[in-house]
Nanobody, 118 residues
Framework: VQLQASGGGLVQPGGSLRLSCAAR????????IGWFRQAPGKEREGVSR????????YYADSVKGRFTISRDTAKNTVYLQMSVLEPEDTALYYC????????????WGQGTQVTVSS
């Protein structure tokens, strides 16, 4: 049972990246999948989340209008499309999965680095 995060990289300000979070060994139905990020010296921040069964979404104010979370039920995968990237978006991005009724996330991916720099 694992989550595999991928898609990070180096991008210039104003650019775009798409992160993927693929679940292996379990189905994401009835899970909330969240994307988090942590920059050096800063606390971990919740960026966005999606309830896999219905597609209901949430965004932090810092990314609203720039990031879009989505899911592919056939691929058991969640995506985070990031646009108009800013240097402040530079961080290690993690995805995590939380089952219905639980307050804490049960599974965490390994993280993928996003660096926004000219």
């Amino acid at each position: 049972v694992q989550l595999q995060a991928s898609g990070g990289g180096l991008v210039q300000p104003g650019g775009s990246l798409r992160l993927s979070c693929a679940a292996r060994g379990f189905n994401l139905d009835y899970y909330t999948i969240g994307w988090f990020r942590q920059a050096p010296g800063k606390e971990r921040e919740g960026v966005s989340r999606i309830y896999f069964t219905t597609g209901s979404t949430y965004y932090a104010d810092s990314v609203k209008g720039r990031f879009t979370i989505s899911r592919d039920t056939a691929k058991n995968t969640v995506y985070l499309q990031m646009s108009v990237l800013e240097p402040e978006d530079t961080a290690l991005y993690y995805c995590a999965a939380r089952m219905d009724g639980r307050r804490q996330y049960d599974y965490w991916g390994q993280g993928t680095q996003v660096t926004v720099s000219s």
